[in-house]
């Protein structure tokens, strides 16, 4: 269904000379009638669509995450001749985009012709990186990104579902093998994870290796215990079900086993060889490839220079408005004790058992549950997917972040979930918990994306693009928004929500810190200590994700900031015509976009309710 060849695509799009519009004029000059207008803009549209199915056919995880189970039981190719046959679609498509005339075309493929050539544009520039990053590191990877594909997204709906995932576990030793040779070619051109990212990687490979089929401890294993309950909701025989189990068996003691055991055995060789030289400097022409990840982040021009200043700035004000807080509860001594208080004492968190974690959830859905009560009054666009609260897999709490969120299935087949990581539950204050469950939930992530992926009349390729200082600019917003709403009524949460902002300030310091300006890992996470109220483990697992991930933590805070600066300017040319719904609209009616172009749709929706238009 998603397999139509570039060659089709090219076809279509030859279509596309008879380009503009009613009173307009081409390039050469010549008018176009209504109907050619009309024409043209249909045949953009169609070239969006077709342009996506041919994006998705290379990439089968991407598809069914989009709703697309045709290919269901392959795994994408991670080679370089997978490599190059993608770029090279992104660039026929970007040559057959540019034969549309921009001038013809209305107001929203404008838009979508703007950011379908941003981001062709940024793919075959970052080609150039192909090789730079960490495709295992504690954070995400393939070692556990399969795993978690087959328990969030892979539906056993019949028989064909269960033999697919029968079949994909036994195509595991190819993926892998795949793997493993992309990371030996990464060494050998000095691109290697820092040593501390081995143990993790290689623990969280082994656990998905414990349990049957794979020893006798008596428990399934979590990808054969993810099967079996799927298969026995499956309206067939016992024996049918019996032979479904003992196939996936056969295939994880071949396929998974062998895939996951030299997988494990690479990474073993690789933490021999190891650095703790932690950050992007130290690869071949580090500094270009750190410039290009702030850009991609960002959506900037900004300097690396420019980025730590702003976060140094940033980390004053957020410390002397903490200051207030203290105040208000009466606290004395200096804004380190105060820290020390908000990290040692037992009545800022739930207990680290099964009740207090139960306790978590629970507490993070009333939170949810009361923001969703208020929102009408500050969102017209709310989306309609449902959102839930869970805990990260045991499987994956050991690397996992702290939080994340999981989009929806646009076919309404998978709720967006908030995930929350229980595993310490020391790093999960109660009073970060409102900001929190605002920047992953509601009216965070959640709306932004499910709010993306339900536009209409917006190309697939828009609703799914990303752009992270939007995204998680958005997210860190919604923390500040909540109180703008009226909520973080008890001081100590409006204290977490300060923190949570002074932990992205601070991101922008130490993320140009270890890449620009080679401070060591120990130097990072002693900045973080000494300038946030975080706990220590807290503080070395986000210097250990900064330095894995380069450049995407300055992301959140240089997206806040400028979608605050919007707001600014739009409450103080607008006065009074200022409506919280319709900025909240103009925001994210159009799906993820660079900040450039947010600021002009935010300009342009300025401009028409001071002209009354």
């Known amino acids: 269904m998603l397999r139509h060849s570039v060659s089709s695509i090219a076809l279509l799009l030859a279509l596309a000379a008879c380009e503009p519009a009613q009173e307009t004029k081409t390039s050469s000059g010549q008018e176009q009638t209504a109907e050619q207008v009309q024409d043209v803009n249909a045949q953009i549209t169609s070239f969006f669509d077709e342009a996506m199915k041919a994006r998705l056919a290379l990439n089968p995880m991407m598809a069914e995450r989009l709703g697309d189970r045709s290919m269901n039981d392959q795994w994408p190719e991670i080679t370089d001749a997978a490599e190059d046959k ?74 064909s579902d269960a033999e697919a995932y029968i079949t994909r576990l036994g195509k595991l030793d ?80 071949s396929g998974m086993k062998v895939g996951y055991e030299a997988l494990i055995a690479e990474l073993e060789k690789l933490q021999t060889t190891a650095t703790t030289d932690d950050g992007a400097w130290k690869f071949p022409h580090g500094d270009a490839f750190y410039a290009q990840a702030l850009k991609n982040n960002t959506t900037t021009d900004m300097t690396a220079d420019e980025i730590h200043q702003i976060g140094l700035d940033n980390v004053e004000r957020i410390h002397t408005a903490m200051r207030e807080i203290m105040k208000k509860v009466g606290f004395e001594g200096s804004l380190q004790d105060f820290f020390k208080y908000t990290r040692d004492d037992e009545k800022f968190y739930y207990p680290n058992t099964e009740e207090g974690k139960a306790a978590y959830l629970q507490k993070a859905n009333d939170i949810i549950e009361a923001m969703r009560a208020k929102v009408p009054e500050y969102f017209d666009l709310i989306p309609k997917a449902p959102m839930e609260v869970r805990a990260v897999e045991k499987f994956r709490e050991q690397s996992a972040g702290k939080a994340f969120y999981q989009r929806a299935a646009p076919d309404g087949s998978r709720p967006g979930m908030f995930y929350a990581n229980l595993r310490d539950m020391s790093f999960m204050p109660i009073y970060q918990l409102e900001a929190l469950a605002y920047h992953e939930g509601i009216p965070g992530h959640h709306f932004q994306l499910a709010i993306s992926q339900e536009l209409e009349g917006v190309p697939l390729f828009q609703r799914i693009a990303r752009f992270t200082a939007f995204s998680e600019g958005w997210g860190l917003y919604t923390e500040e928004l909540g109180k703008d709403m009226g909520f973080y009524e008890d001081p100590y949460s409006d204290f977490g929500r300060l923190a949570m902002e002074l932990w992205r300030a601070c991101r922008l310091v130490v993320d140009t810190g270890l890449h620009s300006k080679k401070w060591t890992r120990e130097q990072a996470i002693d900045y973080l200590a000494e300038n946030t109220p975080n706990p220590q483990g807290d503080v070395v697992a986000a210097i250990e994700r900064y330095i894995v991930m380069p450049g995407q933590a300055t992301a959140y805070m240089v997206g806040k900031l400028k979608i605050m600066e919007l707001r600014q300017r739009a409450m103080d040319e607008l006065g009074d015509k200022f409506d919280w719904r319709g900025f909240h609209s103009v925001v994210l009616k159009n799906g993820a976009v660079p900040l450039s172009i947010l600021e002009e749709n935010v300009d342009d929706w300025i401009k028409s309710l001071k002209s009354g238009a």
């Open 86 to 159: 993608q770029l090279k679609l992104i660039k026929d498509q970007l040559a057959t985009l540019r034969t549309f005339d921009f001038d013809a075309l209305n107001e929203q493929n404008k838009l979508s012709y703007r950011i379908f050539k941003i981001t062709a544009e940024r793919t075959i520039a970052n080609d150039r990186w192909r090789d730079y990053g960490y495709p295992v590191n504690q954070m995400f990877g393939w070692q556990t990104g399969v795993a978690t594909h087959l328990m969030t997204v892979h539906r056993i709906s019949n028989v």
């Open 174 to 253: 190819t993926l892998m093998g795949q793997l493993v040779a992309s990371l030996e070619k990464r060494a050998s051109k000095g691109i290697q994870a820092p040593k501390f990212v081995y143990p993790y990687t290689i623990e969280a490979s082994r656990n998905l290796l414990k349990g049957a089929p794979f020893d006798t401890s008596g428990e399934d294993s979590v990808i054969l215990a993810d099967f079996r309950k799927k298969v026995n909701k499956l309206d067939i025989s016992d024996a049918d079900k019996g032979a479904l189990i003992e196939k996936a068996t056969a295939a994880m003691l």
